[in-house]
């Protein structure tokens, strides 16, 4: 019988890869696996690693959180499984609390604060509304401005024209490794990218 825990877990990785809309042996092909080991996975006929839990969403380009969430706090999706996709207004603002209290690092916390608190010179309604809109965008032109985010920033640090140079910076290091993620998601014709491989808590 299975343990509710290898059962979520199983139940997880088949939503994900459905999710996503990838096969069985695409994702095998993906993680350099067979087929076999994948269809024991989403059965819950044979443990997994957390490596290899983490490798799928990253071969599926998909987000782990909100599964991870679920797998390990199944009380708080009364409707089970699909409550991820669907959170009201209150679960969100609960799962945003959680996130920024409990396991946000400090840097995450320092620049969200400054994002809607500080004197930056932008409305931060309007400055979400960008975000929104070049989320939307592909990926390929998300990378476009991202290369012109990294190179705009790079000039005003060489010229000394920084807007607000005591403020919480942003770690380069992680942008110039998503750009370059994104970089390899768009020549394989993917539309997404994960950085489930990069320490964001330093």
Not at 8 to 20: D, F, K, L, N, Y
Request: proline share 4%; glycine share 6%; aromatic share 10%.
């Amino acid at each position: 019988m299975l343990s509710d825990y290898r059962f979520r877990v199983a139940r997880a990785i088949t939503a994900a890869r459905e999710a996503a809309g990838v096969s069985q042996r695409e994702l095998a092909d993906r993680l350099g696996r067979d087929k076999r080991t994948i269809q024991k996975w989403e059965k819950g006929e044979m443990k997994i690693a957390l490596e290899d839990f983490l490798g799928i969403f990253d071969a599926l380009k998909i987000q782990v959180e909100p599964y991870s969430k679920w797998i390990r706090h199944p009380e708080l999706f009364p409707n089970g499984l699909e409550d991820i996709l669907h959170y009201s207004t209150d679960k969100k603002r609960k799962a945003l609390s959680d996130f920024y209290q409990r396991q946000a690092s400090p840097l995450e916390v320092e620049q969200e604060y400054y994002f809607l608190f500080a004197d930056h010179g932008s409305d931060y309604h309007g400055m979400y509304q960008q975000w929104m809109a070049n989320l939307m965008t592909p990926l390929r032109d998300r990378r476009r401005i991202c290369s012109q985010v990294i190179d705009n920033y790079n000039e005003a640090k060489a010229t000394g024209t920084i807007v607000d140079p005591g403020a919480p910076q942003p770690d380069m290091e992680v942008l110039q490794a998503c750009y370059e993620a994104s970089l390899q998601s768009v020549q394989h014709g993917d539309n997404g990218y994960t950085m489930l491989s990069l320490d964001l808590h330093r």
